[in-house]
């Protein structure tokens, strides 16, 4: 065992210390001689690691049966199965190793591609605050801690993000990552400016190859153009798509998206036929390229709403019941209740107005408890400007929802998108009462939490101030104490606890100060000028507006209007002249009628009017005693030729 070793030392003397190829030679043949040498194992392990190996490696590894070999290299097993995407195995590992900082970026990796970002972002930050930094380790800390964030932010997380503001960034993948950050919150034009600033700083790197810096700005160019697309600068977008090479994005996720976006910048294709089939010839993705979740969601939908846009309805229809049959509602995921929206489109044949509704109406009483589903008709229902309706069908669904025993399904009751909707609704109808009503339900709801959302909080806060309600104005007081405890600096959530202590003079002056002075609030307004100009009247609602025209009980009914009926007389008629007696008569049966032709007249003469016809029937009178005195027909001179006179065979 030990001439192995010193033949390996000898051999690796000769090689340079970057030529992992000669080391795996020298191993290869040093263990021809020790087949079970812990330190020639190890040596080969990490050659082929060095290598970009990682199967072999870990190969080696698993058919050794030294134990020695397996404990002592439980960093590179660990790295091994990350790199070959087993990413579970790699963090359960990775976490079993203590003190060791490779374990730590290990572990904060693979919880990285397992989506557990903000698992992630704590371990790069514990990294960040310890000095034990090794060569080159913070440069990629602040990259990896910043590409964990941004995640955090498309994933609507954003509230565990620490820093959102980006400062001075002077790396282009920190630039980058800060760009995704700030295109996740919505806020486009910071995402643009740093966009160009990681495109300039990655032009002015001297580390990269100019095959390595191409690569670098792909993505770059990639995501530019999704902002570009969004802030609708169409032109730009397009001419920025074209200049991208599909075949030169070897990431095959990246080549995906990028055919995604140009396909969405292309002002060119007008037909929808052509856009559905270069979106489908990207070819399939690799498991270990695969996408995150909140991109496949994007993708899902996006090749949903191609299929309608071709009128492929019968598919678009068993994808997204197959999607909701995996998760059923009720749900507050925005993409299970985009699909439930596209599902109930398909079904309607994209047809909006009542058309529409007539076909989802079915489907929200199979599917009651669908949150999109019942977001749409309530949508479909204000372009119909039929805002009862509207109000009925969400009422419906929170009233099924809060009669559910279920925990989750009380969460989604409460969820401030949905309670913001209602009380916009009852708003519309002037509904006051049901509006404080919703926000006392909601306020009580979420203070028993242990995360209540703080918008939903301010928001019912701040209505409940304008209550009558002794109710009213204790939760009011409750919340603002809340939020003021949480967060004093804030001067929204210290105004509103002043306002909602002022009537109890409790603690209030110590905290008026904080505020900025009605003096300095109002010293730009001109109070004549506004005297002057009048108070605007609030514009009513449509249903204020249909009670005002209701009639009052102590006014007098107006006369209704008599009903003149157009007349039905001829346009050439002359009262001067005598109708005609006959007019009621069909034509044939008028003293007028003359008709038409030989047949027609011989026809015509053999009728007569009044006559008795020879050997016909006669009307007698049959009286005498016991008659009933009515007319009895009489045959004379019948026979019975037309009785045995057979039809002839046509």
């Known amino acids: 065992m030990a001439n192995g070793t010193e033949s390996l030392n000898t051999l690796l003397q000769q090689a340079s210390i970057d030529d992992h190829d000669q080391i795996l030679k020298a191993c290869n043949a040093s263990l021809e001689q020790s087949k079970k040498d812990p330190s020639l194992l190890y040596t080969k392990v990490v050659a082929l690691l060095k290598l970009d190996r990682y199967e072999d490696a870990l190969r080696v590894l698993e058919e050794s049966d030294h134990g020695n070999v397996n404990t002592g290299a439980s960093l590179e097993r660990s790295y091994a199965l990350y790199k070959i995407g087993r990413l579970s195995e790699a963090r359960d590992i990775a976490k079993g190793i203590s003190g060791d900082r490779g374990a730590r970026h290990v572990e904060a990796q693979a919880s990285y591609r397992l989506e557990d970002f903000n698992d992630s972002a704590l371990l790069y930050r514990d990294l960040a605050e310890t000095h034990e930094a090794i060569d080159n380790e913070e440069n990629d800390i602040r990259i990896n801690s910043s590409a964990a964030n941004a995640q955090l932010e498309w994933n609507r997380k954003g509230h565990l993000v620490q820093r959102k503001k980006p400062s001075g960034e002077d790396l282009f993948e920190t630039a980058?990552?800060?760009a995704c950050a700030s295109i996740a919150r919505g806020d486009l034009d910071q995402g643009e400016v740093l966009l160009r600033r990681s495109q300039d700083l990655c032009n002015a790197s001297g580390d990269l190859s100019d095959d390595e810096m191409v690569a670098e700005l792909l993505p770059i160019q990639v995501q530019h153009v999704y902002v570009l697309t969004r802030l609708g600068k169409s032109v730009d977008a397009e001419i920025l798509a074209s200049q991208i090479t599909l075949k030169d994005i070897t990431d095959a996720s990246t080549q995906y998206i990028a055919q995604n976006n140009s396909i969405s910048a292309a002002a060119n294709i007008q037909n929808s036929y052509t856009a559905h089939r270069l979106l489908h010839k990207t070819k399939s993705i690799p498991e270990k390229d695969g996408f995150f979740t909140?991109?496949?969601d994007r993708i899902e939908e996006n090749v949903l709403t191609l299929d309608l846009l071709v009128s492929k309805y019968g598919g678009a229809i068993k994808a997204t019941t197959k999607s909701l049959t995996i998760e059923p509602p009720p749900?507050?995921?925005p993409h299970l209740n985009n699909i439930s929206v596209l599902n109930a489109a398909a079904?309607?044949?994209?047809q909006l107005g009542n058309f529409g509704i007539k076909h989802m109406l079915p489907l929200l009483e199979k599917r009651p408890l669908d949150v999109g589903l019942a977001m749409l008709v309530v949508q479909l229902y204000i372009l119909t400007n039929n805002h009862g309706s509207a109000a009925r069908v969400l009422e419906s669904l929170l009233k099924q929802l809060e009669s559910s025993e279920a925990t989750e399904h009380q969460d989604i009751r409460f969820a401030p998108g949905l309670v913001a909707t209602v009380v916009s609704l009852y708003n519309l109808q002037g509904r006051k009462s049901l509006i404080m009503t919703e926000l006392l339900k909601a306020a009580s709801y979420w203070r028993h939490t242990s995360r209540p959302p703080e918008s939903l909080l301010?928001?019912?806060?701040?209505?409940?101030l304008e209550s009558n309600s002794s109710e009213g104005q204790a939760t009011a007081r409750d919340i603002y104490a809340a939020l003021h405890q949480q967060d004093k600096s804030s001067k929204v959530t210290t105004a509103g606890y002043v306002a909602a202590h002022a009537l109890s003079f409790q603690d209030v002056a110590n905290q008026a100060h904080y505020l900025t002075s009605v003096s300095r609030l109002i010293a730009g307004i001109d109070a004549y000028a506004l005297e002057d100009a009048g108070v605007p009247q609030p514009r009513l609602n449509v249903d204020a507006q249909a009670a005002s025209r209701k009639r009052a009980l102590d006014e007098k009914p107006k006369?209704?209007?008599?009903?003149v009926r157009k007349s039905r007389l001829p346009k050439d008629y002359d009262p001067s002249k005598?109708?005609?007696?006959e007019r009621w008569l069909p034509l044939k049966e008028r003293s007028s009628y003359r008709p038409k032709g030989k047949r027609g007249r011989q026809k015509a003469a053999g009728l007569t009017q009044g006559g008795v016809e020879k050997g016909g029937e006669s009307a007698v009178l049959s009286g005498g005693k016991g008659s009933d005195g009515?007319?009895?027909?009489?045959?004379?001179?019948?026979?019975?030729?037309a009785k045995s006179k057979k039809k002839s065979k046509k």
């Open 331 to 333: 749900s507050i995921s």
């Open 458 to 464: 301010q928001a019912a806060g701040l209505g409940l």
């Open 176 to 178: 980058y990552n800060a």
């Open 578 to 581: 005598v109708p005609d007696q």
């Open 559 to 563: 006369p209704a209007k008599k009903r």
């Open 630 to 641: 009515v007319i009895k027909a009489t045959n004379h001179g019948t026979t019975n030729k």
């Open 347 to 350: 079904h309607a044949q994209s």
């Open 294 to 296: 909140f991109q496949l």
